[in-house]
């Protein structure tokens, strides 16, 4: 199916020139294609980039402000839970209100955010205002995925959307290392006040280059109760995943918040049969590809994200690596991810989505199967060769599901298709943290005491051994105060190996859901409304 595109423009009271037959750049900075690319991508590295950079500087905000440790967790979680809940709708809001409208509002609300962060005196103004950076940067990136959409024709959609990816991948894996250097050698608050330049060259280029793209059909009115359905169930099950590790999968509030999500799920499922002009419309899922490409981004998410959880718990409890040294050592998985997703982009332009995405998930599974035998004194060859592959693996991945999700969805709903696409990835993120998490701690529960016993330490008291426990699940060996030399390496040793066991263990758990996701990827196929873009309207 596809659809006309009426144009408007913004901020100019010329009309927008023809898109060539060819597919060529338009004339002009105004809708131009590239430009339009460079514009999104800088508002769209702000978003990535905070995903990230923001853990490094987390102790140092601890320290100055003097934060508890759940003080602090709400920093992340905060923006997180804001994000995750609000992309689909923000998706709809570009859908209904144009999307360079609201890629503009969410530039400038996630820049004056950033800044308000950065002048906070108080642990709860730097958690009220990293919401408001989660709610802005969801206006933002759907918008961004729509102007894409809507700007490139459908033979060069492939390849705007893998260096559209290459920039998340490259802000995601780059956040380490630029926090790392800015909390060293400036202070925590420059870590938010990078944004205002950055949102300020975003908004600029924004007004001089985005062109407004309203779809014929786009909806014209809200779906009011489907968006506060959604937003609960969707609040009920991230906010369960947050909190399991600390409630327990077994505890009757995680599975009291589990059960709200999925009633409501259900209710909001049934109210989008009744309503008129529905926040998503379930025939979109009728589309196999688009519901195997929501499927992909979420097994994707689970396996890299939560894997990745570690391997920083590894490169810098287990390897005593510095912040930037870890960040420096995750670079072969960064350049991949910058090499590949363009090279993806082409490659799924010339064979279409299904080969590459499961080539992509085979390749993460071989680079899991290959973390799971990563121990304490691996070296940095070996740990490079398996970070490249899954960066490798990934770079299809990012691209295609994506390319699958928004070009098998009619041109009106591209906003809520690039709202899923991200809403998917967060919470498969989310669930391969919450999940791996959870297999970590069982692995490393299990093992601790046997482990300890057998080097000939000290027993333990219960409460001493679950003290210990939490340490060893992030690679700290709780080696206390004034312990023998002798004594503390022998602890040092058996934390280690037990954390390496469990990481082991997780990582052959994405292995294998890596492997459930390259047969996800044969259901998926090329976008089928991919030509309702830029193709039949404005470049």
Same mark, same amino acid.
């Given at each position: 199916m596809t659809s006309q595109t009426t144009i408007e423009t913004t901020g100019s009271g010329d009309k927008a020139p023809a898109a060539p037959s060819d597919g060529s750049p338009a004339s002009g900075l105004r809708g131009h294609p590239w430009f339009t690319l460079i514009t999104v991508?800088?508002?769209?590295?702000?978003?990535?980039?905070?995903?990230?950079?923001?853990?490094? *500087?987390?102790?140092?905000?601890?320290?100055?402000?003097?934060?508890?440790?759940?003080?602090? +967790?709400?920093?992340?979680?905060?923006?997180? #839970?804001? #994000?995750?809940?609000?992309? /689909?709708?923000?998706?709809?809001?570009?859908?209904? @209100?144009?999307?360079? +409208?609201? @890629? #503009?509002?969410? =530039?400038?609300?996630?820049?004056?955010?950033?800044? %308000?962060?950065?002048?906070?005196?108080? /642990?709860? *103004? =730097?958690?009220?205002?990293? =919401?408001? +950076?989660?709610?802005? !940067?969801?206006?933002?990136?759907? *918008? %961004?995925? &729509?102007?894409?959409?809507?700007? @490139?024709?459908? $033979?060069?959609?492939?390849?705007?959307?893998?260096?559209?990816?290459? =920039? /998340?991948?490259?802000?995601? *894996?780059?956040?380490?290392?630029?926090? &790392?250097?800015?909390? $060293?050698?400036?202070?925590? +608050?420059?870590? @938010?006040?990078?944004?205002?330049?950055? !949102?300020?060259?975003? #908004?600029?280029?924004?007004?001089l280059i985005l062109l407004d793209h309203r779809a014929e059909n786009a909806p014209r009115s809200f779906d009011v109760l489907g968006i506060a359905l959604l937003s609960g169930a969707m609040f009920c099950l991230v906010w369960a995943l947050i909190k399991a590790p600390a409630w327990g999968w077994g505890d009757g509030k995680t599975w009291a918040f589990l059960a709200a999500s999925i009633l409501g799920f259900a209710l909001f499922s049934f109210w989008e049969t009744k309503v008129k002009e529905p926040l998503i419309p379930l025939g979109l899922f009728r589309s196999v590809p688009l519901s195997a490409g929501v499927v992909l981004m979420v097994l994707m998410a689970i396996a890299f994200m939560g894997g990745l959880f570690f391997v920083t718990f590894y490169l810098q409890n287990v390897h005593g690596m510095k912040p930037i040294d870890a960040g420096l050592h995750l670079l072969p998985l960064t350049g991949m991810m910058i090499v590949g997703s363009p090279l993806a982009g082409a490659m799924i332009t010339r064979l279409g989505p299904r080969i590459p995405l499961a080539g992509g998930m085979a390749s993460v599974a071989i680079a899991m199967f290959g973390m799971s035998t990563l121990d304490t004194d691996t070296g940095s060859a070996v740990m490079s060769l398996w970070f490249a592959l899954l960066g490798l693996g990934l770079a299809p991945v990012m691209v295609g599901a994506t390319e699958v999700i928004v070009g098998n969805a009619p041109m009106e709903l591209s906003g809520v298709a690039g709202g899923l696409q991200q809403a998917a990835m967060q919470i498969g993120g989310s669930l391969g943290t919450a999940v791996l998490g959870a297999v970590m701690a069982s692995k490393v529960d299990g093992d601790l005491a046997g482990n300890w016993k057998a080097a000939g330490l000290p027993a333990l008291t219960p409460a001493q051994l679950d003290q210990a426990s939490e340490a060893v699940q992030v690679g700290v060996a709780p080696v206390a105060k004034g312990t023998p030399e002798a004594i503390a390496a022998k602890i040092t040793d058996v934390a280690h190996d037990t954390f390496v066991s469990g990481m082991s263990l997780a990582s052959l758990v994405a292995c294998g859901v890596a492997v459930v996701a390259v047969l996800v990827a044969l259901l998926t196929k090329r976008g089928a409304n991919a030509e309702a873009g830029a193709g039949v309207g404005h470049i």
């Open positions: 991508a800088v508002g769209v590295m702000m978003v990535a980039l905070d995903g990230t950079i923001v853990a490094i *500087a987390n102790p140092a905000i601890q320290k100055d402000l003097k934060a508890s440790f759940a003080d602090v +967790q709400w920093i992340t979680n905060g923006y997180f #839970l804001a #994000l995750a809940v609000s992309l /689909i709708t923000a998706g709809k809001l570009g859908d209904r @209100f144009g999307h360079r +409208q609201t @890629f #503009l509002i969410g =530039v400038t609300g996630f820049a004056a955010a950033s800044g %308000a962060i950065g002048l906070s005196s108080s /642990i709860a *103004a =730097v958690v009220t205002f990293r =919401v408001l +950076q989660g709610l802005f !940067g969801a206006l933002l990136m759907p *918008a %961004a995925l &729509g102007l894409l959409r809507a700007t @490139f024709p459908a $033979e060069k959609l492939n390849m705007a959307i893998g260096i559209w990816g290459m =920039v /998340i991948g490259a802000s995601t *894996a780059g956040g380490p290392i630029l926090g &790392g250097v800015l909390v $060293e050698h400036v202070n925590w +608050q420059s870590v @938010f006040f990078i944004n205002v330049p950055v !949102g300020a060259i975003a #908004l600029l280029l924004g007004l």
